[in-house]
């Protein structure tokens, strides 16, 4: 019986760390602008910043989980 609670507890354990990695913000490297998460107010800059820099090249990289 205690067998299985050493089994349970190691589980939950490894569930927490896990969720607890993966809900960390990250940060961006030195150097690199920080990813920014587009809404309906941020659309309005990513445009305007897109427009401005018309002489170069400019890729937009959308990418979905599903």
């Given amino acids: 019986m205690k067998r299985i609670w050493i089994i349970v507890l190691a589980a939950v354990l490894a569930v927490l760390v896990t969720g ?3 809900t960390w913000p990250g940060h ?3 150097g690199q602008p ?3 998460e587009l ?3 941020a659309l309005s800059t990513l445009q305007a910043e897109f427009n ?3 002489g170069s090249l400019r890729v937009i990289l959308l990418l979905s989980p599903t």
């Fill in 39 to 41: 809404d309906s107010q």
């Fill in 34 to 36: 920080v990813l920014a």
């Fill in 20 to 22: 607890t990695y993966f």
């Fill in 52 to 54: 401005r820099s018309s």
């Fill in 28 to 30: 961006a490297p030195v």
